[in-house]
């Protein structure tokens, strides 16, 4: 709104941009819910304030003065100074409040600084008085403080939430079935769809790809059965994709990969297909390399799921399950505190127990939850890094430390170490290794190096711990849920780990894992992040958690009825552009004037032809320094090779899909080899926007 649309302004006003207010203040530990998010413009007049808040069509209530309207008035002070120091300054007390008409929805707000804070007043449309408030004393508070006080909040969970099915209106869609038909789709699918070819192999199908008749709209794949073992299962999704994305003949065709039993899309559903969840989470990420590629569906009907299918390709989704014939789409949402905090005592088994996590995590038992007896399990053991000094330190506190040599993932040295544990009341599995790239990279072997630690140490621990007394504690990752790219096989690994917490608690055993964001970290998983991955995270929604962040948020979960729990930190500035659909609902609303989609071809189209290639160059170089993390275009050199400057396989995914969204072109994942500065790459989108437009 300008100054000419709001009458009663002072002349010098200047507007203040709010388009991300609210995410601004998460940022800084103040966490606004929808109601309290009214501020619909600022203006700032030397010290003096003016703005306009309105109630949310939805939020009730009868209130003389609605306290979601008083709340932005006092918002409204903190707008100047809110990216000035670490500290916020809060009301801490009002004085003088008078309210001189009731009932109001819409206000508009003046505050005046004083010797002690600032006077407030709120006014109608009109310029009639609807209340004042004499003095406002304000106090400063850290970011930190605010972020502790805060800490439930960043508790997630999934929720599965139904999709109105649309008509279906794709019979002149050609489909088809490739390699084994593992759950029994085929049937359903040749009884409902038209056009529809079986390739039992892919050497059938580029068969028929090289006749250039018939290229299938749509590809079905089996993701695996109950009995095929992670590794097998994750190996062949993985090695399907990369033979679909190779082929340029594909480039407009959908791969769906049908599971049953991989996801629990329902309170209470048993998990039979946890090789199914592997899948599911490295095509998470594939998803977020590639978007519109891939579809993923659990179906609980296989063989009469042939029109749940095709609605669910209708749809738009990414991600679905079917159950009894209705679709259902996952969304991470806001956990509300568990009702009770559980205390760990006992024996308490820590895999992992020497790295990082594993020693924060055991000096807090000691001193948080005065725990007696830990064992810790690590590959190296006592000859760990700062082990010696590690088990003098909790000794010192009261505790009994066992530091064992034992490989978790390997079964007969995992039970060797747990046969001379007494009853163990806890176990937690911390260990796991990262070992990243972009899927078109990721080997068998790259799998296998995730996969190994994590999962198969994993399942070997829910053999061996089948005391249903027992607390069973996974640290899983966020990534599992999410679809990181670049993190293919993360995301695998992690999506086994909750599988099995829902598996654990279908058979009346104790499980919980835990999606944790990434942790601050000096010696850790995270502690080999370029400045550019730490920036790709943020864009992610999501920042580090500190460690007492970390150590507070594993205290709320532990009394939690929910199998999966996502402890993080958000990011709200992060959750406001081009986001997976899981993370919608967590996305802040907007405040403002909606932002103007600037594109690639909206830029051009404005210039005269003389002024395109500088302008192209100039877009290229701004997009190139978001993802680098820059503050600016004028950082990127535009003849410098993008590898030379560090930009690596995610890094380029990333770039691609950016400007394939600016420009609407189809762009292959090669783009930035193929034309490797930003010069180059001007030029080139320069020739594909003309060659598209003629």
């Known amino acids: 709104m300008s100054k000419a649309e709001r009458p009663g302004l002072p002349d010098g006003v200047r507007e203040v941009d709010i388009e991300h207010l609210y995410s601004r203040f998460a940022d800084r530990g103040l966490q606004y ?54 500290r916020t300054f809060l009301p801490f007390a009002l004085r003088g409040i008078r309210v001189h008409k009731g009932g109001a929805r819409a206000v508009r707000i003046h505050t005046v600084p004083g010797d002690d804070g600032f006077s407030l007043a709120l006014t109608g449309d009109d310029g009639e008085p609807i209340a004042t408030i004499g003095s406002v004393v304000s106090r400063p508070v850290t970011a930190e403080q605010l972020d502790a006080a805060a800490q439930r909040t960043q508790l997630l969970r999934v929720v599965w939430k139904s999709v109105v099915q649309q008509s279906d209106n794709s019979d002149q869609q050609r489909w088809g079935f490739l390699g084994t038909d593992r759950i029994g789709l085929t049937g359903a699918l040749k009884a409902t769809r038209p056009l529809f070819d079986s390739y039992p192999t892919l050497r059938e199908l580029d068969s028929v790809l ?85 579809v993923l569906v659990d179906v609980d009907d296989p063989g009469n799921s042939g029109r749940s299918l095709a609605a669910a390709v209708a749809s738009g989704e990414p991600q679905l399950a079917v159950r009894n014939g209705a679709l259902l789409r996952p969304r991470l949402v806001r956990s509300p505190p568990p009702p009770r905090r559980r205390s760990l005592t006992g024996t308490v088994v820590i895999t992992g127990g020497t790295g990082e996590l594993g020693r924060l995590l055991a000096r807090h038992l000691v001193t948080g939850h005065d725990v007696r007896h830990l064992v810790l399990l690590s590959r190296r053991g006592p000859g760990s890094p700062g082990a010696a000094e590690l088990d003098a330190e909790l000794t010192a506190l009261g505790a009994r430390v066992d530091v064992v040599a034992c490989d978790v993932a390997d079964r007969s ?170 993370l919608e609902e967590l996305a802040p609303t907007r405040t403002g004037k909606p932002a103007v989609t600037d594109t690639l071809v909206s830029r051009l189209a404005e210039l005269p032809e003389a002024e395109r290639d500088a302008a192209a160059l100039e877009f290229v170089r701004s997009v190139s320094a978001l993802v680098f993390g820059y503050e600016s275009g004028d950082e990127i050199d535009p003849q410098r090779e993008f590898s030379a400057a560090g930009l690596d396989s995610i890094g380029n995914l990333e770039l691609s899909r950016h400007l394939a969204a600016a420009t609407g072109l189809r762009l292959p994942a090669t783009l930035v080899f193929d034309h490797p500065t930003p010069a180059e790459l001007a030029s080139h989108l320069r020739r594909l926007l003309q060659e598209s437009n003629s």
């Open 413 to 582: 040295s995992l039970e060797s170490a747990l046969a001379g544990i007494p009853a163990p009341s806890a176990v937690i599995h911390t260990a796991g290794v990262l070992s990243d790239g972009a899927i078109g990279t990721l080997t068998p072997r790259g799998l296998d190096k995730v996969l190994r630690p994590k999962v198969d140490a994993a399942l070997h621990l829910h053999d061996l711990i089948q005391d249903p007394d027992c607390a069973f504690v996974v640290f899983s990752s966020v990534a599992g849920l999410v679809g990181n790219a670049g993190q293919g096989n993360y995301a695998a690994a992690n999506a086994v780990l909750d599988a099995l917490a829902h598996h654990r608690r279908a058979r009346r055993l104790q499980g919980l894992s835990l999606a944790w964001g990434l942790w601050e970290s000096e010696n850790g998983m995270g502690s080999d992040l370029s400045a550019a991955d730490h920036n790709r995270i943020k864009r992610s929604g999501f920042a580090p958690l500190g460690h007492d962040q970390g150590l507070a948020l594993f205290d709320a979960t532990l009394g939690s009825d929910e199998a999966v729990l996502a402890p993080v930190r958000l990011n709200e500035a992060g959750l406001t552009g081009d986001i997976p659909p899981v």
């Open 210 to 294: 090289r006749a250039a008749t018939a290229v299938p709209d749509v590809i079905v794949v089996s993701c695996t059965d109950e009995d095929s073992p992670v590794r097998s299962a994750a190996q062949r999704a993985l090695m399907v994709v990369q033979e679909c994305l190779a082929d340029h003949r594909l480039a407009k065709t959908r791969l769906v990969l049908v599971s049953s039993g991989a996801v629990a899309a329902r309170a209470g559903e048993d998990l039979s297909d946890v090789s199914g969840a592997a899948v599911w989470g490295l095509l998470r990420s594939v998803q977020s390399e590639h978007p519109d590629r891939f």
């Open 33 to 86: 819910g929808p109601a309290f998010r009214g501020l619909r413009a600022v203006w700032s007049h030397g010290e003096e304030v003016y703005a306009d808040s309105a109630l949310d069509t939805a939020t009730g209530g009868d209130y003389l003065l609605h306290p979601a309207l008083l709340d932005t008035a006092l918002q409204a002070a903190l707008v100047p100074d809110i990216d000035r120091d670490d």
